[in-house]
């Protein structure tokens, strides 16, 4: 069973850039479709975009309009991990942040929360 | 985008009870490409039925989902004391995926 784990710094100041890493365990990162989505305390889920490889090594991303162009997921096979950019971040960027697999969300990392705060 | 909305938002029974939860969509979900996720405090969501009415691995078969189109339904029969949390519908037959804004399901 294929396992995740984000990663990233937990706190950003405000106008910097978020950098966050989804470690896969238990297959290779090129079988599947991959996921961030996020969630702010207390409230729901939003989708923030989705990263899935057309061959061994290529892949296409599409995100979420609502981030205005400031996210940018990318992979690294060599790792078996993917990454999420997140730009000009303000408080409202403040969010557990979940990678997930597939189309329907069927495997889940834990979650990493950041926190945008000077 | 598709819009999604949860209804009710709380919803309040016992153990043993069968809960019914309802998803409406904005406009058709195509090929019926919608989820339902359970979420517990402090976890990450579990992905409990996708295309509407399959489910996931290993998901007891007290939960069930139905629909198309735009009204879909998630049924937990028998509550047990472990259902009782956050259920989420998700969209991701069209860009940008969307998800409903939770129904809490309590004692």
């Keep these: 069973q294929v396992q995740l784990q984000e990663s990233g710094p937990g706190l950003v100041k405000p106008s910097e850039t978020l950098s966050l890493t989804c470690s896969v365990s238990g297959g290779s990162i090129n079988r599947w479709c991959w996921n961030w989505i996020r969630q702010p305390a207390g409230k729901g889920l939003e989708w923030i975009g989705r990263l899935c490889f057309s061959g061994n090594a290529n892949y296409n991303a599409n995100y979420n309009p609502s981030l205005n ?11 078996n991990q993917i990454s999420l950019i997140l730009r000009s971040l303000t408080a409202a960027d403040t969010a557990v942040y979940f990678c997930a697999t597939g189309n329907s969300f069927d495997f889940w990392g834990q979650g990493t929360l950041v926190t945008v705060s000077s | 985008e598709i819009v999604l909305t949860q209804s009710p938002g709380t919803l309040s ?40 009415s399959t ?16 009204d879909f339904t998630l049924t937990i029969s028998r509550l047990e ?27």
């Excluded at chain 2, 004391?81 to 004692?107: M, R, W």
């Design chain 2, 55 to 70: 489910r996931a691995p290993g998901i007891p078969d007290t939960f069930s989902g139905s629909g198309s189109g735009t």
């Design chain 2, 13 to 52: 029974l016992s153990p043993g009870d069968s809960a019914t939860l309802s998803c409406r969509a904005s406009q058709s979900v195509n090929s019926n490409s919608l989820a339902w996720y359970q979420q517990k405090p402090g976890q990450a969501p579990r992905l409990l039925i996708y295309h509407a």
């Design chain 1, 69 to 79: 162009s400031r996210v940018v997921m990318s992979a690294d096979t060599s790792k």
């Design chain 2, 81 to 107: 004391p472990g259902n009782f949390a956050v259920y989420y519908c998700h969209q991701y037959g069209s860009s940008p995926d969307t998800f409903g804004q939770g129904t809490k399901l309590e004692i």
